[in-house]
Nanobody, 121 residues
């Protein structure tokens, strides 16, 4: 199996910063793209940012210029540096990874359990 574990969430004031981490572990042969999603109360889950196996990145318009996604390929870990946080960024943030467990397996999506980010004064 493949496990994704997020960490780094918490309460921060508007304008503050947080850094989320997502560590992948288990029986992993390779990981393709990884991404961060978020879900605010009463809203659908939305893509925040993703990063491919080659390092290409893409961001939601609402976080461009404020959030930075990165990966440590050797550690199978992904990060999300969040700066200039706004109350609208309050949500549960989920890590997603597309991985396969052997060369003959298909890639499958895996999810973390989520970490709460609250931006409030």
């Amino acid at each position: 199996q493949v496990q994704l574990v997020e960490s780094g969430g918490g309460l921060v004031q508007p304008g503050g910063s947080l850094r989320l981490s997502c560590a992948a572990s288990g029986s992993i042969f390779s990981i393709n793209a990884m991404g961060w999603y978020r879900q605010a109360p009463g809203k659908e889950r939305e893509l925040v940012a993703f990063i491919t196996s080659s390092g290409s990145t893409n961001y939601a318009d609402s976080v461009k210029g404020r959030f930075t996604i990165s990966r440590d390929y050797a550690k199978n870990t992904m990060y999300l540096q969040m700066n200039s946080l706004e109350p609208e960024d309050t949500a549960v943030y989920y890590c997603n990874g597309v991985a396969r467990q052997s060369p003959i397996n298909n890639y499958k999506p895996y999810w973390g359990q989520g970490t709460q980010v609250t931006v409030s004064s």
